[in-house]
């Protein structure tokens, strides 16, 4: 029996939102009859110590489904099952047994989602291939995060003009791994904090980082054919958390650390004149085509989130050429790339974006994208690959080629 006090609950903002004395959560989806939250006692925990049901009216508001949970605070650890159809040739793809990261978590702990299922197979525990694990104990879970507890010190954007900048891209983690970094935290946030006066004797004006979205480096399933050991997914151009900063990046692998640790980082680097441009894939997930995993938008709704063939749903056009392409087009889709990108920079302060692919995306999502930042702030700078990886609906990307590498007006865009 739960021991937790629940109400209704808004569907207004998605995700986990904490409040004086509980936790607002929403998600979308459309065609979902049952949806469980589960709640953890702590991050290496092997299954729930509650779970809380959603009534299908009294938490329910069209496509949202919200519940607001008293007694929980910011840490609280979750994940959800959620239940409907399961008919992959009209789009759907509904698991109950399936455990789901919400896609507007803040933070995950660590762990593995390939891992973990893998290592269940190698053991043989029955379920396992529909879904079903019984040790979640190395599963990422989401965590409650609290935005406004951080101290920003009165950190204001720079807004350094395009014409001075001195870009430097580099990746957060092999920035510092080698021991001749010299950092005592190599590898993480506050390790690149402390290689900031290097990178002023650099000269440069705004750091390009890699993708530090949370992802799995165990995704990768081939095999170094010298050593026999398993690759990784050392980049991470394959995002399973759209507002989580890597864990593993992180000097405090405690629930949330991440996203305290980024901040300061971002503090720091502002600080010393440096901006911070985030190197994000929006294109596609790590859930991978019809064969892949499902831990997120495909558990949710399947249908919304991904493009499907239209007459043949139980596939997916993969223009990304990872398994998978998000659906940019879709308003839920839309509505999810905007929240994600308004967090980055308002919650967050970082000062730009540099779109994956970002020919992939329909021209009007983009546009959207723009405006959207532009009334933010006029000087955020968006650039990205002006290319779509074969995909057939936008050659070339209108959007970023228009903009001819020019800062302009509105806001900054030009072709990487």
């Excluded at 949970?69 to 099952?81: C, E, Q």
Aim: include cysteine; aromatic fraction near 14%; hydrophobic fraction near 35%.
């Amino acid at each position: 029996m739960n021991a937790f006090q629940t109400f209704e609950g808004k569907p207004h903002t998605l995700g986990a939102v904490p409040h004086n004395d509980g936790v607002n959560f929403a998600v979308y989806s459309k065609n979902a009859t049952r949806v469980v939250l589960d709640l953890f006692d702590s991050a290496d925990a092997k299954q729930p110590s509650a779970s809380i049901e959603f009534d299908p009216v009294k938490n329910r508001t069209g496509n949202i489904w919200h519940i607001y949970v008293k007694g929980l605070t910011k840490g609280a650890i979750y994940l959800y099952r959620v239940d409907g159809p399961y008919n992959p040739p009209q789009g759907h793809r509904f698991n109950f047994n399936k455990y789901l990261l919400d896609p507007y978590a803040k933070a995950l702990t660590s762990g593995s989602i390939f891992q973990s299922y893998n290592r269940q197979r190698e053991l043989g525990l029955a379920g396992v291939e529909n879904g079903k694990l019984s040790d979640l104990s190395n599963f990422p879970k989401c965590v409650v995060v609290e935005d406004i507890e951080f101290d920003w010190q009165g950190d204001k954007p720079l807004n350094l003009p395009l014409s001075k900048s001195v870009i430097y891209e580099t990746h957060l983690k092999g920035f510092t791994a080698s021991p001749t970094s010299g950092v005592p935290f190599p590898g993480t946030y506050r390790g690149f904090i402390e290689k900031i006066p290097y990178l002023k004797e650099l000269g440069i004006t705004a750091v390009e980082l890699m993708p530090i979205f949370e992802f799995d480096e165990f995704e990768n399933g081939n095999i170094n054919p010298r050593t026999g050991d398993r690759l990784k997914n050392y980049w991470g151009y394959s995002t399973i958390g759209f507002f989580a900063p890597k864990t593993s990046y992180a000097a405090d692998k405690t629930p949330g650390g991440a996203v305290r640790e980024f901040k300061e980082m971002v503090r720091e680097l502002h600080k010393a004149g440096i901006e911070i441009i985030l190197d994000v894939v929006y294109n596609h997930t790590a859930e991978g085509n019809e064969h892949g995993y499902t831990f997120s938008f495909r558990g949710f709704e399947n249908s919304s989130y991904y493009m499907l063939p239209d007459n043949e749903k139980q596939y997916y056009h993969n223009f990304s050429g990872c398994g998978n392409t998000l659906n940019a087009a879709h308003p839920v889709t839309t509505r999810f790339i905007l929240d994600s990108l308004r967090y980055w920079v308002s919650e967050m302060h970082v000062d730009g974006f540099r779109f994956d692919l970002m020919g992939i995306h329909d021209v009007e999502t983009m546009n959207q994208v723009r405006g959207m930042m532009d009334s933010i702030d006029p000087s955020l700078l968006l650039y990205g690959e002006g290319w779509a990886a074969g995909g057939p609906l936008y050659p070339g990307d209108e959007w970023a080629m228009k903009a001819n590498m020019q800062k302009l007006p509105g806001i900054g865009a030009f072709c990487d």
